[in-house]
């Protein structure tokens, strides 16, 4: 194979000039009840993990959460400050834009309704989308291949991270992989919770038209990977993605996991 046969793993640069925000909502996020399973699947899980009330505390950092708020909604019930963060310019805008309220800003009202059915009615959404402008203190650009992510900030660790979707599209090589796993828990608490969602074995995703890349990781390869790292996981569901959304995606199914690091 010669050099014009490679494919080039598409890292962060690549999303900084070619990632569609608007396209990956409409997609993937518009609706919890349109296209795949994978948002109410991971909405449910959420909810679950954080309606326990066994997972609260100061601080929530969201690592490499694209343009997306669907995964601190549920969490914001138990954390008193949530840091987002992602490495492409237009993905945090397109949460700043929401934060601030902006006209043309994403409509995430029907994901928080479809939270705060989970929730029994506890909260309106008019609540949740208060609290989450009120507690998301920060919108910070970060990249999971540097040894501290947020460089040159320090950040105060953590009592939950929460990332979805982030590590394999970012890590081209295992080996980065691992290393980008080890950054995220060196940000977080000894005896704090790592909430992890992603694909297995899946090695391509489109938005639109372009075609992003995905490092193929198995079940057993992430959970060996976080025993190595002093996690005790804690939890592992798994959803198969529907046939018909197989030509966006191919991959075999997606994950949530959570792990605690041990204290």
Known sequence: MDDSDRVI??????????????????????????????????????????SSGNIKGKKLIDIGCGPTIHGIISASKYFEEIVVSDFTDSNRREIEKWLRNEEGCFDWRPTIEFVCELEGGSR???????????????????????????????MEPADCILSS??????????????????????????????????????????VG?????????????????????????????????KETDKEYYDAEAFFYLVAQKTK
Do not use: M, W
């Not at 992003?212 to 939890?235: A, D, P, W, Y």
């Open 165 to 206: 979707l982030c590590l394999e599209a970012a890590c081209k090589d295992l080996e980065t992989y691992r290393r980008a796993l080890g950054s995220i828990a060196a940000l977080l608490k000894p005896g704090g919770v790592l909430v992890l969602i992603g694909v297995l074995n899946e090695s391509f995703y489109f």
């Open 9 to 50: 793993f598409t890292e962060g640069e690549f999303y900084q000039g070619h990632f569609d925000s608007r396209e990956y909502f409409s997609a993937y996020y518009s609706s919890p009840s349109s296209g795949d399973d994978f948002l109410p699947f991971v909405l449910q899980k959420l909810h679950e993990t954080f």
């Open 209 to 241: 038209q372009e075609k992003f890349s995905c490092l193929v990781l198995s079940q057993s390869c992430i959970e060996e990977t976080l025993r190595n790292l002093g996690f005790s996981i804690k939890q592992v569901n798994t959803l198969h993605p």
């Open 124 to 154: 309106s959404p008019e609540e949740v989308e208060q609290r989450l402008r009120q507690i998301v203190k920060q919108v910070q650009r970060c990249d999971v291949r540097q040894e501290n992510p947020f460089h040159p900030l320090t």
